[in-house]
């Protein structure tokens, strides 16, 4: 038989999008949220997320750990369930991994493919597997003020505006050592 939770999770997600599918399955979201991930882990009560946070895409959130399964004795296997808690005004990037147990204090950013395996104190930017602090969030948001803004776009079609804008050469490249 169908997993009839899934089911009803896709279709909602295809109508109405992954946020009403999350909350529908049980996951705590704030007001002004935009999430783009499915948040509804296996345990969807045991995540939760605070006001004007942003979920970027293929963001996966984990409440359990598997590796009990592994471990077995006269009293079976064991288990470990942890809650994950994102808190107001963050931004979570894409493909980011958040472990059992976290929680990511308001204010933070995780950085695109971040794995987070400690909680993220208020207000810091964090990047890398494991992720770990590579700025403070005011330093980052004072580099993000010098960024061309909306008006800064000419054109009529995106393409133009968005070309209107954008960077013209390419990052420095990685040495060795």
């Known amino acids: 038989m169908a997993d009839w939770n899934f089911l009803r999770y896709r279709l909602l997600k295809i109508l109405k999008g992954d946020e ?14 935009r999430i783009y991930s499915n948040l509804a882990a296996s345990e969807p009560w045991l995540v939760s ?15 359990h750990d598997g590796t009990g399964w ?12 942890a809650p994950v808690a994102i808190g107001d005004d963050c931004f979570i990037g894409a493909r980011a991994m958040l472990m059992p147990g976290v929680r990511i204090g308001s204010g933070s950013i995780v950085g695109a493919g971040s794995v987070v395996t400690k909680s993220v104190p208020p207000g810091s930017v964090v990047a890398g597997n494991p992720a770990r602090i590579v700025a403070s969030r005011d330093d980052l948001m004072s580099r993000v003020a010098e960024w061309p803004t909306e008006a800064d776009k000419r054109g009529s079609t995106y393409q133009e505006k968005v070309d209107s804008i954008r ?10 050592g």
């Open 167 to 176: 960077e013209t050469q390419f990052r420095p490249e990685m040495r060795h």
């Open 70 to 81: 592994l471990y077995s004795d006269d009293r079976g296997r064991r288990y470990r369930y």
């Open 49 to 63: 997320v605070g006001d004007r946070t942003t979920v970027s895409v293929g963001v996966t959130v984990l409440t």
């Open 20 to 33: 009403y599918a999350s909350r529908d399955a049980g996951v705590t979201i704030g007001v002004g949220c």
